[in-house]
């Protein structure tokens, strides 16, 4: 093997020449020469290995017996083509061209400079395809990136435009429930920006989208050499020399249009460019597609909230207005049943509490009512002292049995073996527990039973519970419904239908209690045979702090 001297040319294109046939290796090793390559000479396999890993060729030019060399570089392979032995042995793979033999000198020169020029042309294509995907990836990223319908917009036309080196890019959508009407445009720097009358008209350019969208298609034209007459709009882009109309769309109809303008000439565009804009051109219509239904569910979050609020300002306003009434009511159902100097008859008596109950119970909604309307309880209304549970319990139990008794249902309260002590607000405490049991009640028929149980254990993680649970034979829950109970103002449709007394308040507020006091609220049911709810509190006070 030996290395030959460049020539200007050689320094900056090399070529490996391997041949078996001295005489033949020395011809095509002077032919390339005088042609201005740096050559490098192999005899055999070895020799031509050593060759290519010895300096990056610009070509090899090799016998059909050594035609398997590897290497990167673009291999011209001399082949005998009436010769079936040579043609058989030639590996097509790694062949970039073959050649005749003997060559002429100059056909020699002709095709390995044609080869190497060809080999960089498809190289600097493959770098700029790369270049082109890479700016476009960042398009599509940016797109991503946003959930505003316009900035979407933004990314598309300005990525477009300094990608294609384009004029001017417009795009715009249609009347459609799927999108936010959108109209953006991009000028190249230095530029003014296409007037309004440039632009197509709304209908010619969705007629535009219509079909390109239903040919999965785009479409490249010669714009109007004129700005339209008057405030008439344009069929395409005025004064374009050249442009592109890439359709944006979801399932079977288009929803929008994506319009690039050249001024300066015509432009041809590669499948590859074109299969490009066309992918951009779908994650944009699904950014905005989103974007517009996070928009619209924003709206009704901010609607509901709204709504909500209201609601609110409306109970806080009627429980005060109900509030002030209320308290002269029974303040003077007070004064006239204790009153001694003129006593009311037993008849008189029997009707005023009648009328004690029911004033009673109407304070009892307006306190829910109360709760309600401060969007449950603030932590900083809990009072929390050392509560015994098995008191707070059968202080519950005593206070409703009457009721009980009223509608000949049983309520049974399990001894306490160890009446354990939580920290909790006491009120707040048989609050939950007296709204258990009053439900309870409602909801169990005459001759049923109702029965209150507790105990202490510990959790997995050490930390130790209280459990309280009410049980009761009542009309029950179906396993539809149950999820909802602790919802503001449901309920059930049993209690619906049996006209079962209610504003679907206790337990909503009931449950804020316990999770405020750090614990929670289970119910079972079952229809038709009755329902247990279980109350979780903790023992421990930093379970209450976490």
């Known amino acids: 093997m030996a290395a030959e001297s460049p020539s200007d040319l050689g320094a900056l294109r090399t070529a490996v020449v391997a041949d078996p046939d001295g005489g033949r290796l020395e011809t095509y090793a002077r032919t390339l020469r005088d042609a201005g390559y740096s050559v490098l000479c192999a005899g055999n396999a070895n020799g031509l290995a050593a060759a290519v890993d010895s300096c990056r060729p610009s070509v090899v030019v090799v016998d059909a017996s050594l035609s398997a060399v590897e290497t990167a570089a673009p291999v011209l392979v001399v082949v005998d083509l009436d010769d079936p032995a040579e043609l058989a042995a030639m590996n097509p793979s790694g062949i970039h061209d073959c050649i005749a033999k003997p060559p002429p000198s100059r056909e020699l020169v002709h ?312 920290l909790a607000d006491e009120v707040q405490l048989q609050q939950v527990f007296t709204n258990l049991v009053s439900n309870a009640i409602k909801f169990t028929p005459s001759g049923g039973r109702i029965e209150v149980g507790s105990e202490s254990h510990s959790a997995s993680d050490g930390t130790r519970w209280a459990t309280v649970s009410v049980a009761d034979t009542g009309i029950g829950i179906s396993s539809d419904e149950i999820d909802h109970v602790f919802t503001r103002f449901y309920r059930a449709s049993n209690a619906m239908s049996g006209a079962i007394p209610g504003t679907g308040l206790g337990l909503a507020i009931t449950k804020d209690i316990v999770s405020r006091h750090g614990g929670r609220i289970d119910v079972s049911s079952t229809l038709g045979s009755g329902t247990t709810v279980t109350v979780s509190l903790p023992l421990d006070t930093r379970s209450q702090e976490n």
């Open 111 to 422: 095709r390995a400079t044609a080869l190497i020029d060809q080999v960089a042309r498809r190289k600097a294509a493959r770098q700029e395809t790369e270049a082109l995907r890479e700016q476009l990836r960042e398009v599509s990223a940016a797109v991503r990136a946003t959930n505003d319908p316009q900035e979407i917009a933004r990314h598309v036309v300005a990525g477009f435009g300094r990608t294609f080196k384009a004029d001017h890019v417009w795009l715009a959508t249609f009347e459609d429930s799927r999108v936010p009407r959108i109209n953006a445009a991009w000028s190249r720097p230095g530029l003014e920006p296409l007037p309004e009358q440039a632009l197509p008209d709304e209908e010619y350019a969705q007629q535009t989208a219509d079909r390109l969208w239903a040919n999965a298609e785009t479409m490249s034209t010669a714009g109007t050499d004129e700005p339209a007459a008057g405030d008439a709009p344009a069929p395409g882009i005025a004064n374009a020399v050249s442009s592109l109309a890439v359709p944006m769309g979801e399932g079977s109809s288009s929803l929008g249009i994506i319009w690039i303008a050249m001024l300066d000439g015509p432009r041809t565009w590669s499948g590859t460019e074109l299969g490009l804009m066309q992918h951009v051109a779908g994650n944009a219509a699904y950014g905005l597609i989103q974007s517009h239904l996070i928009s619209s569910q924003q709206q009704v979050v901010k609607q509901l909230q709204q709504l909500d609020k209201a609601k609110t300002d409306f109970l806080a306003t009627v429980n005060h207005e109900l509030r002030t009434p209320l308290t002269s009511i029974m303040a003077y159902l007070d004064m006239i049943q204790e009153s001694t100097e003129q006593p009311v008859s037993p008849e008189v008596h029997q009707m005023l509490d009648i009328v004690v109950r029911n004033t009673e119970r109407l304070r009892i909604l307006i306190e829910d009512m109360l709760s309600v309307s401060r969007n449950g309880l603030d932590d900083s209304l809990l009072h929390l002292t050392p509560v015994r549970l098995g008191q707070t319990l059968d202080l519950v139990a005593a206070a409703l049995r009457p009721l009980a008794t009223q509608q000949n249902v049983t309520i049974a309260v399990d001894p306490v073996p160890e009446d354990p002590e939580i």
